[in-house]
Protein backbone atom coordinates (compact mmCIF):
# COMPACT_ATOMS: atom_id res chain seq x y z
CA UNK A 1 0.00 0.00 0.00
CA UNK A 2 2.55 2.54 0.94
CA UNK A 3 4.64 1.90 -2.89
CA UNK A 4 1.30 2.36 -4.21
CA UNK A 5 0.68 5.85 -2.70
CA UNK A 6 4.56 6.95 -3.25
CA UNK A 7 3.54 6.47 -6.92
CA UNK A 8 0.51 7.85 -6.61
CA UNK A 9 1.72 10.96 -5.27
CA UNK A 10 4.71 11.63 -7.87
CA UNK A 11 2.61 11.05 -10.76
CA UNK A 12 0.90 15.14 -10.71
CA UNK A 13 1.56 17.71 -13.11
CA UNK A 14 1.97 21.39 -12.85
CA UNK A 15 -0.14 23.08 -15.55
CA UNK A 16 0.35 26.53 -17.13
CA UNK A 17 -1.56 28.81 -18.91
CA UNK A 18 -0.60 32.12 -21.42
CA UNK A 19 -1.99 35.11 -22.79
CA UNK A 20 0.32 37.40 -24.09
CA UNK A 21 0.03 40.95 -25.94
CA UNK A 22 3.38 41.32 -28.31
CA UNK A 23 4.54 44.25 -31.01
CA UNK A 24 7.03 43.24 -33.42
CA UNK A 25 9.38 46.45 -33.92
CA UNK A 26 11.51 45.30 -37.14
CA UNK A 27 13.61 48.34 -37.23
CA UNK A 28 14.83 47.83 -33.80
CA UNK A 29 14.46 43.74 -33.90
CA UNK A 30 13.00 43.71 -30.63
CA UNK A 31 9.16 42.38 -29.43
CA UNK A 32 7.35 44.45 -26.37
CA UNK A 33 4.53 42.01 -24.73
CA UNK A 34 2.73 41.86 -21.76
CA UNK A 35 2.42 38.07 -20.54
CA UNK A 36 -0.56 36.86 -18.42
CA UNK A 37 0.14 33.52 -16.69
CA UNK A 38 -1.81 31.22 -14.76
CA UNK A 39 0.43 28.75 -12.88
CA UNK A 40 -1.74 25.67 -11.66
CA UNK A 41 -0.19 24.42 -8.19
CA UNK A 42 -1.40 20.55 -8.74
CA UNK A 43 1.58 19.29 -6.44
CA UNK A 44 1.19 18.19 -2.88
CA UNK A 45 3.38 20.92 -1.51
CA UNK A 46 2.95 24.55 -0.83
CA UNK A 47 5.01 26.86 -3.17
CA UNK A 48 6.76 30.27 -2.28
CA UNK A 49 8.99 30.47 -5.59
CA UNK A 50 7.91 29.83 -9.43
CA UNK A 51 11.32 29.33 -11.59
CA UNK A 52 11.02 30.52 -15.46
CA UNK A 53 13.14 30.24 -18.74
CA UNK A 54 14.14 33.50 -20.42
CA UNK A 55 15.78 31.60 -23.01
CA UNK A 56 16.51 34.55 -24.93
CA UNK A 57 19.50 35.43 -22.67
CA UNK A 58 21.30 32.59 -24.09
CA UNK A 59 22.39 35.08 -26.89
CA UNK A 60 23.19 38.01 -24.36
CA UNK A 61 27.22 37.63 -24.67
CA UNK A 62 30.18 35.14 -25.16
CA UNK A 63 29.77 34.04 -21.49
CA UNK A 64 26.47 31.93 -21.87
CA UNK A 65 26.02 28.11 -21.82
CA UNK A 66 25.04 28.44 -25.51
CA UNK A 67 28.28 30.56 -26.02
CA UNK A 68 30.35 28.12 -24.84
CA UNK A 69 29.09 25.22 -26.45
CA UNK A 70 28.78 26.39 -29.77
CA UNK A 71 32.51 27.17 -29.24
CA UNK A 72 33.14 23.39 -28.40
CA UNK A 73 31.24 22.80 -31.54
CA UNK A 74 33.62 24.75 -33.86
CA UNK A 75 30.76 27.33 -34.65
CA UNK A 76 32.61 31.06 -33.98
CA UNK A 77 30.12 32.96 -35.81
CA UNK A 78 28.22 33.97 -32.23
CA UNK A 79 31.42 34.88 -29.97
CA UNK A 80 32.88 36.79 -32.59
CA UNK A 81 29.24 38.79 -33.25
CA UNK A 82 28.92 42.06 -32.67
CA UNK A 83 26.97 43.10 -29.63
CA UNK A 84 24.28 44.93 -31.29
CA UNK A 85 23.81 41.33 -33.03
CA UNK A 86 23.23 39.26 -30.09
CA UNK A 87 19.61 39.30 -28.13
CA UNK A 88 18.25 38.79 -24.54
CA UNK A 89 15.30 39.41 -22.15
CA UNK A 90 14.66 42.64 -20.25
CA UNK A 91 12.18 41.74 -17.28
CA UNK A 92 10.56 45.21 -16.38
CA UNK A 93 8.09 44.14 -13.85
CA UNK A 94 5.96 41.09 -12.19
CA UNK A 95 2.75 41.66 -10.53
CA UNK A 96 0.05 40.04 -9.29
CA UNK A 97 -2.65 41.47 -8.69
CA UNK A 98 -1.59 45.01 -7.48
CA UNK A 99 1.29 43.63 -5.65
CA UNK A 100 4.95 43.81 -7.37
CA UNK A 101 6.81 40.45 -6.66
CA UNK A 102 10.43 39.96 -6.10
CA UNK A 103 12.61 38.49 -9.38
CA UNK A 104 16.48 37.98 -10.18
CA UNK A 105 17.55 36.62 -13.23
CA UNK A 106 20.70 34.25 -13.41
CA UNK A 107 21.17 33.95 -17.40
CA UNK A 108 18.27 31.66 -18.26
CA UNK A 109 16.23 31.20 -15.13
CA UNK A 110 14.21 33.75 -13.60
CA UNK A 111 13.07 33.26 -10.08
CA UNK A 112 10.28 34.76 -8.67
CA UNK A 113 9.52 35.06 -4.91
CA UNK A 114 5.64 35.08 -4.53
CA UNK A 115 4.65 37.46 -1.68
CA UNK A 116 2.16 34.80 -0.15
CA UNK A 117 2.87 30.98 -0.55
CA UNK A 118 1.21 29.26 -3.56
CA UNK A 119 -1.96 26.30 -1.55
CA UNK A 120 -1.58 23.37 -3.08
CA UNK A 121 -4.40 22.91 -5.60
CA UNK A 122 -4.50 26.63 -5.93
CA UNK A 123 -3.51 29.00 -8.72
CA UNK A 124 -1.74 32.09 -9.26
CA UNK A 125 -2.32 34.78 -12.45
CA UNK A 126 1.23 36.65 -12.58
CA UNK A 127 1.27 39.51 -15.20
CA UNK A 128 5.37 39.90 -16.47
CA UNK A 129 6.03 43.01 -18.66
CA UNK A 130 9.16 42.35 -21.05
CA UNK A 131 11.37 43.56 -23.68
CA UNK A 132 13.11 40.90 -26.33
CA UNK A 133 16.12 41.98 -28.41
CA UNK A 134 15.86 39.20 -31.25
CA UNK A 135 19.26 38.63 -31.70
CA UNK A 136 20.36 37.59 -35.95
CA UNK A 137 19.78 34.48 -36.54
CA UNK A 138 22.67 32.14 -34.85
CA UNK A 139 20.00 29.27 -33.81
CA UNK A 140 16.52 28.93 -33.22
CA UNK A 141 15.61 32.61 -32.27
CA UNK A 142 16.70 35.60 -34.50
CA UNK A 143 16.34 37.65 -37.49
CA UNK A 144 18.13 37.37 -41.35
CA UNK A 145 16.96 40.16 -43.33
CA UNK A 146 12.52 40.46 -43.08
CA UNK A 147 12.95 37.29 -41.91
CA UNK A 148 12.32 36.01 -38.16
CA UNK A 149 12.15 33.05 -36.12
CA UNK A 150 10.32 33.50 -32.86
CA UNK A 151 10.86 30.61 -30.76
CA UNK A 152 10.87 29.97 -27.00
CA UNK A 153 10.94 34.05 -26.93
CA UNK A 154 8.19 34.75 -23.60
CA UNK A 155 8.99 33.91 -19.65
CA UNK A 156 7.55 29.92 -19.59
Given at each position: MTLYLSLFLASWQQSVSYRITA??????????????LTYCNNSPYQLDTLYMHLYANAYRDEKTAYAKESMLMGDYRFVRSKESDRGYTNISAVTTQDDTLPFSVDETIMTVTLNH???????VTLKI?????????????????????IVQWYPK
Open positions: SLDTLEHALRATEYPLASHDSDFYVKIPKLFSRLGYQGRHYE
